[in-house]
């Protein structure tokens, strides 16, 4: 392998490109820009082809589309051979993938098959080469410097922003592998019944914290996110008490997001959550303590009961929008 260049590994879910796809994009364009190496993308999926035009048009020097029936449900053994495909064939020396379930289960097979050197949870990459990531709940942030010739890493979420579309858009290549006769396969997929926004691709959260005082005080959060068509989070106060599900909860031990509004109610702001949601764009907190971090840290601060306010907020919102408000 020549080990001149950065790919991005892209898994679709059933048949879209998940919105982490677009932040490994901008990772790989700045790491590609520091290392002075091409940035390269493989679209994994039975649908590649229709896929690849999308991450091609965001600044990708060339997609390789790895198109095959066999990629039509996640199956770990068979996307790695896939993954591993097109990094031999990309001589890519960094190899970038969504550190979810589906990007860490890949990265550890992938890594074995390139004979790679392995770091997961990336949250830092800097332009000597070397990563950061964090342990221990963000209280130790490693340094990681790798001594193999090709390198597989999983970036954190919201480590890094989507990328946009940029420029004349690169080439797509259609790239064949040989899935062979794997030991495991895809039985089935269960979605979710739910109508709740997921809060990795919200552009709006409503989240609620320990102020709340206890699991009928989100009925106000629920609403409010309703009204905007935001998703609802929680601090890990909230979750450990049992008042909303682990799902909802934002921060280091739970998730980490980029929305443009985030809007806090009844939050301290504990380290471990402001490391979860302090990249948002607008931060608003609604808190009976104006002296608490989140309070302090936020673009708006609003002072008072939130069993007064959020209801207020929620009502003039659907005025605002024309929907029916309460009696």
Known sequence: MNNNGILVVAVSSRGVLPPATYELVSAGRALAAALKQPLYAAVLSEKASALAPELAARGVEKVYAVESPALAGFCAETFAKAAAAAAEKAGASRVLLASNVAGRELAARLAVLLKAGLAADVSELLPDGKVRRPYYSGNLVAEVEFKTPVAVMTMAPMAYPRAEKAGAPGGV??????????????????????????????????????????????????????????AVGASRAAVDAGWIPYKHQVGLTGRSVRPKLYLAVGISGQIQHLAGMSSSGTIVAVNTDKDCPLMQMANVAVQGDYAELIPAITEEVKKRKGAPVSA
């Open 173 to 230: 290549e259609a790239l064949a592998f040989d899935a062979g006769a794997p030991k495991t396969k895809f039985a089935s997929f269960q979605p979710e019944t739910s109508n709740e926004i997921d809060m990795g691709s919200a552009e709006r959260i409503v989240a609620g914290g320990r102020g709340l005082g206890g699991p009928d005080g989100f009925k106000p959060v629920f609403a409010l996110a309703h009204a905007l068509g935001a």
